[in-house]
């Protein structure tokens, strides 16, 4: 299993709920809901456009283009047109600084 990288700071959010960060080289999103914080592949399994500016409610993101949905814990792709999942990191939180690492599937 790959071991955690640090990959952005809490002070870093300042009022956003969101931070572009890559994991593994991998493009992805750091998402801060309340006091819990997620990551996510920045990419939409439909059709490969970014998630970034997608609008997060209940649990889950919406891609801007098409309304793909994706579960921000499992990646689970919800509705149409994605079928295929997005990959998802476990997160740990070591004093204000954030470290990620691929979740296990």
Known sequence: MPDFEE????????????LEVFI??????????????????DVCTHDGQPLTN??????????????AQFDLVTGKALCMPAT?????????????NIFARPAVK
């Open 54 to 67: 997608g609008c997060i409610e209940d649990g889950a993101i919406k891609c801007p283009r098409h309304g």
């Open 7 to 18: 990959i952005a700071a809490i002070d870093e959010f300042g009022t956003a709920d969101r």
């Open 24 to 41: 593994n080289d991998t493009p992805a999103l750091l998402i801060r809901v309340n006091d819990q914080y997620l990551a996510i592949e």
């Open 84 to 96: 295929k999942p997005i990959k998802t990191f476990e997160i740990e939180v070591r004093g204000n």
